[in-house]
């Protein structure tokens, strides 16, 4: 069973939400605004947080941007007005993992937190859905993606990412020199539909630049391929590398 925390102001969106998850595989937990819901997480096993942006005593936003801050990497969902685009951007720069637009569809709250779910559970310390053939270490160059230990190295040194960003490496070093367009990467990864992903895709992307290349502005490895999308660039060996400087 997973611990789904729903955090709004709004009683009737608390109430609706936990409507579309009742059932077996869901316990519901519920917060009013950004400080309760960060209490709850201090003390319950929370597996995602489904959070509303504008919220009295603490807003979403920076209630996220603590969680993240106290290197929390659970998946948070924000909650958000189809006429919040800036707040929307806002909430990917802070650390959120995806957004649902309001009034939302019963059957895409259930898809995005199942997807969200996977990745957390695959990537986020947990090893209950780790597939028992997957190859446990993946390289490329200087980066290394250990499936198993659910760690990620850049030339010998540990980098700290969140589940969707070690999701979204493990897409692109299985993948390597395959250039894919932000729509086709959110259906890969998010498992969903693309509808408008691109700024989740293009904010996680930066994200991911800043902690795995040495000058994010100059990527070494993550690659624009102008007016099709992105691709990671198929590197040597760092041994060979080594070899080569030497």
Same mark, same amino acid.
């Given at each position: 069973?997973?611990?789904? /925390?729903?955090? *709004? *102001?709004? %009683?009737?969106?608390?109430?609706? /939400?936990?409507?579309?998850? &009742? ?18 997480? !201090?003390?319950?096993?929370?597996? /995602? ?7 009295p005593v603490l807003d979403g936003i920076t209630a996220l941007a #603590? ?30 993992? *995806? ?14 937190? !199942?997807?969200? /779910? ?9 090893? +209950?859905?780790? +597939?028992?053939?997957?190859? %446990? ?17 850049? *030339? ?34 998010? #498992?969903?539909?693309?509808?408008? %992903? +691109? ?11 800043? !902690? ?22 198929? #590197? !040597? ?8 400087? &030497?």
């Amino acid at each position: 069973m997973y611990n789904i /925390l729903v955090c *709004d *102001d709004e %009683a009737d969106i608390r109430s609706a /939400l936990r409507v579309y998850l &009742s059932g077996d595989e869901y316990s519901i937990f519920e917060a009013k605004n950004g400080e309760e819901a960060i209490e709850i997480i !201090k003390k319950e096993d929370i597996h /995602l947080l489904l959070m509303d942006i504008m919220m009295p005593v603490l807003d979403g936003i920076t209630a996220l941007a #603590k969680l993240r801050e106290n290197g929390n990497n659970i998946p948070v969902i924000l909650l958000t007005s189809k006429s919040q685009d800036t707040d929307k951007i806002l909430g990917l720069n802070a650390g959120a993992d *995806d957004y649902i637009t309001k009034p939302f569809n019963p059957v895409e709250v259930i898809a995005r937190i !199942k997807s969200q /779910l996977r990745r957390y559970m695959h990537f986020g310390g947990n090893n +209950e859905t780790q +597939e028992k053939n997957d190859s %446990a270490v993946i390289r490329n160059g200087g980066l290394e993606l250990d499936t198993n230990a659910k760690t990620v190295t850049r *030339d010998g040194e540990t980098v700290n990412l969140t589940p969707t960003e070690m999701m979204l490496l493990k897409f692109f070093m299985e993948n390597l020199d395959k250039v894919y367009s932000p729509k086709e990467i959110y259906r890969k990864v998010w #498992k969903d539909d693309p509808f408008g %992903a +691109e700024n989740t895709v293009t904010v996680h992307i930066r994200h991911l630049r800043e !902690k795995i290349e040495i000058d994010p502005a100059k990527p070494d490895y993550l690659k624009v391929v102008w007016g099709h999308g992105y691709k990671m660039e198929k #590197k !040597k060996p760092l041994e060979k590398l080594i070899r080569s400087d &030497s």
